[in-house]
């Protein structure tokens, strides 16, 4: 199946070799959800029965868990015309009153959700344009029921710095999506195919296990216990030695790719484990030993460029394959 979203760095054209290179394994985690664009296409006669997600943004997390339980609530308040103002005003809410009752539901109940949150963040992400939806990093908020700009660091902004702090309840204000994929809700015609689809989407995540937090929670000892065979897909965000935009996710870090690595290196020689690292060479050839497969593939355009216009970072893309790996796959993706 087919993410509801674009998003920066998907590995659907790619996820055919990473599940040739895994199998069908007994346990399946993958510690940065972002669209779920591989989990969604493992191929329907596997048999493994545990999968588990994870994401640090919020908002991801909480628009996964709430199509699993409450697709019908998803579809209703993703199911608006695209319209600018709808959209500067709802991202407004999203960061402000979204994201404050995120912090507490989350953090107090694992099961937590809330359906509108996902319906509206999914509905606005569809037609933003680049980076930064829900990012918070902005110079527009809302004090006292009217609409401000803060501006850099001019006066008034020291004022509220304490309230915008930890949330960053400011947004930048762009322009809606105006080409093709700027429709809503990816290939969705009309109302009763959106219902249907968000539906199919919930039975496929119905089991599931959807974790917010830290990547390296989901792949403890006592995570990876189970089966006898474990397959960990790994697509954290690309390093500073991977020349991108480094403000492209709403939670970002330039750093988290080096300790993925190490995690791979350290933990590549068990042979129950099947691990699959992606990121640009520049990041990680150097460090890779030659037991480790590297797979050369080329990115579509789109949400794989720099941002520039260049188009050139698509052709960066590897693939690594931990020694456990299955069969061998070529060594060019075309």
């Known amino acids: 199946m087919k993410s509801p979203f674009p998003w920066f760095g998907g590995k659907r054209k790619i996820a055919s070799e990473i599940w040739a290179a895994m199998g069908d394994v007994d346990n399946y985690v993958e510690p940065f959800a972002g669209s779920l664009a591989v989990l969604l296409e493992r191929p329907a006669w596997h048999d493994g029965t545990i999968e588990t997600v994870n994401d640090r943004d919020q908002y991801l997390a909480n628009f996964w868990r709430a199509l699993s339980r409450a697709p019908d609530d998803v579809a209703r308040w993703a199911d608006w015309p695209v319209n600018e103002a709808d959209l500067f005003a709802r991202h407004l809410w999203l960061v402000n009153e979204g994201v404050r009752q995120m912090i507490a539901g989350m953090d107090a109940n694992p099961d937590w959700y809330d359906a509108k949150i996902a319906g509206w963040w999914l509905w606005g992400i569809c037609q933003w344009i680049g980076g930064g939806w829900c990012s918070g990093r902005g110079p527009w908020s809302v004090q006292?029921?009217?609409?401000?700009?803060?501006?850099?660091?001019?006066?008034?902004?020291?004022?509220?710095?304490?309230?915008?702090?930890?949330?960053?309840?400011?947004?930048?204000?762009?322009?809606?999506?105006?080409?093709?994929?700027?429709?809503?809700?990816?290939?969705?015609?009309?109302?009763?195919?959106?219902?249907?689809?968000?539906?199919?989407?919930?039975?496929?995540?119905?089991?599931?296990?959807?974790?917010?937090?830290?990547?390296?929670?989901?792949?403890?000892?006592?995570?990876?216990?189970?089966g006898a065979t474990v397959g960990v897909f790994f697509d954290p965000p690309y390093s500073d030695a991977a020349e991108r935009d480094p403000d492209i996710y709403s939670v970002d870090s330039l750093d988290i790719a080096h300790d993925v690595r190490e995690w791979c290196l350290a933990n590549g020689d068990n042979p129950r484990y099947r691990i699959v690292l992606a990121g640009y060479e520049a990041e990680h050839a150097a460090a890779m030993p030659e037991a480790w497969r590297m797979?050369?593939?080329?990115?579509?355009?789109?949400?794989?460029?720099?941002?520039?216009?260049?188009?050139?970072n698509r052709h960066k893309e590897r693939l690594w394959l931990s020694p456990h790996c299955l069969r061998p796959v070529p060594t060019l993706f075309e």
């Open 144 to 226: 006292d029921g009217q609409l401000v700009h803060l501006g850099d660091a001019g006066q008034g902004v020291n004022r509220q710095l304490v309230h915008l702090g930890d949330a960053g309840r400011g947004v930048n204000r762009q322009l809606v999506h105006l080409g093709d994929a700027g429709r809503g809700v990816d290939l969705i015609p009309h109302n009763d195919a959106l219902y249907e689809y968000m539906r199919q989407l919930a039975a496929r995540l119905r089991n599931v296990r959807v974790c917010c937090g830290d990547w390296s929670r989901v792949v403890t000892r006592g995570a990876l216990n189970y």
């Open 295 to 312: 797979v050369v593939w080329k990115a579509n355009g789109g949400h794989a460029n720099k941002g520039d216009g260049s188009n050139l």
